[in-house]
T-cell receptor, first 113, second 113 residues
Framework: GQNIDQPTEMTATEGAIVQINCTYQ??????LFWYQQHAGEAPTFLSY????GLEEKGRFSSFLSRSKGYSYLLLKELQMKDSASYLCAVNNDRGSTLGRLYFGRGTQLTVWP | DGGITQSPKYLFRKEGQNVTLSCEQN?????MYWYRQDPGQGLRLIYYSQIVNDFQKGDIAEGYSVSREKKESFPLTVTSAQKNPTAFYLCASSSPGAKNIQYFGAGTRLSVL
């Protein structure tokens, strides 16, 4: 099977930095995605990594190590509106030209004032 | 405005009834997907389609059916064979030339009467 693991819950205070980890074991790999999902809403795309290293986009950064099957999402200068579930997803293209995403269960982040 | 439109936002199903969830996109994406989300669970893939008139079963296809007669449309029917249909249903689309980033509709919340 395909395994995507991430912590269930995390808490942090406004202005702080938080790192959400994701480990994966999949039969194929063609990119790792992070999505943000507020309660009752659709997931929105945050970041994409396919090569090892750090991708920075404003307050959010994402890191990938393919050899370790590991990624993290780093959120800086936390704001109350960052309280949401963060979903890690791996694109497995084994047996399929386009590939399909396998999602972790999501990490519920609560930001306190 | 380009995007993915799901309707209805809320849907109620009676015992033994089939219901159809609509998903339309004007992003000119080739691929479309249906996911189911239950509390505390990640997104689970029901069906996906990479091209018109073709679709593939995902991990939890039993009790569901789809069609892909037009590029823009990918309706999902929840049949009476699906014994536990209460969930949040999300439709997504992607383009192979754009890292296969999936963009989501706002979702349909289905409940059983």
């Amino acid at each position: 099977g395909q395994n995507i693991d991430q912590p269930t819950e995390m808490t942090a205070t406004e202005g702080a930095i938080v790192q959400i980890n994701c480990t994966y074991q999949t039969s194929g790999f063609n990119g790792l995605f992070w999505y943000q999902q507020h309660a009752g809403e659709a997931p929105t795309f945050l970041s994409y990594n396919v090569l090892d290293g750090l991708e920075e986009k404003g307050r959010f950064s994402s890191f990938l190590s393919r050899s370790k099957g590991y990624s993290y999402l780093l959120l800086k200068e936390l704001q109350m509106k960052d309280s949401a579930s963060y979903l890690c997803a791996v694109n497995n293209d084994r047996g399929s030209t386009l590939g399909r995403l396998y999602f972790g269960r999501g990490t519920q982040l609560t930001v306190w004032p | 405005d380009g995007g993915i439109t799901q309707s209805p936002k809320y849907l109620f199903r009676k015992e033994g009834q089939n219901v159809t969830l609509s998903c339309e996109q004007n992003l000119n994406h080739d691929a479309m997907y249906w996911y189911r989300q239950d509390p505390g669970q990640g997104l689970r893939l029901i069906y996906y389609s990479q091209i018109v008139n073709d679709f593939q079963k995902g991990d939890i296809a039993e009790g569901y059916s789809v069609s892909r007669e037009k590029k823009e449309s990918f309706p999902l029917t929840v049949t009476s064979a699906q014994k536990n249909p209460t969930a949040f249903y999300l439709c997504a689309s992607s383009s192979p030339g754009a890292k296969n980033i999936q963009y989501f509709g706002a979702g349909t919340r289905l409940s059983v009467l």
